[in-house]
Nanobody, 132 residues
Framework: QVQLVESGGGLVQAGGSLRLSCAAS????????MGWFRQAPGKEREFVAG????????SYADSVKGRFTISRENARNTVSLQMNSLKLEDTAVFYC?????????????????????????WGQGTQVTVSS
């Protein structure tokens, strides 16, 4: 079993930055990739970014490309999400998730799944609020 704990959420002004972290513990060797998802009030949960533990290319939702960066620290079993140029519409609860599944892209590399049903373990979530 894998446990995930997110940290780093908070209140920030539009244009500002936040860094989220997700610490994984337990049977982390059973996971292949990590993802960040978010859910805004009244909306469905959506994929934000994903990364494999083995060095495959990270993937991003179009809405965050160029602003968010996902990274991993294998030795510490930690995945981070650096969020820059935050917008009001980024306000949401952000969730870290782990999966044993990988997607093999047509470009010839492995990447993290982008659908939430592909993930087996979820953190408790951390609130990110962007104010004007």
């Amino acid at each position: 079993q894998v446990q995930l704990v997110e940290s780093g959420g908070g209140l920030v002004q539009a244009g500002g930055s936040l860094r989220l972290s997700c610490a994984a513990s337990g049977r982390t060797f059973s996971t292949s990739a990590m993802g960040w998802f978010r859910q805004a009030p009244g909306k469905e949960r959506e994929f934000v970014a994903g990364i494999t533990w083995s060095g495959g290319r990270p993937s991003y939702a179009d809405s965050v490309k160029g602003r968010f960066t996902i990274s991993r620290e294998n030795a510490r079993n930690t995945v981070s999400l650096q969020m820059n140029s935050l917008k009001l519409e980024d306000t949401a609860v952000f969730y870290c998730a782990a999966t044993a599944r990988l997607i093999y892209s047509n470009s010839g590399y492995y990447t993290a799944p982008q659908i939430d049903s592909a993930y087996d373990t979820w953190g408790q979530g951390t609130q990110v609020t962007v104010s004007s």
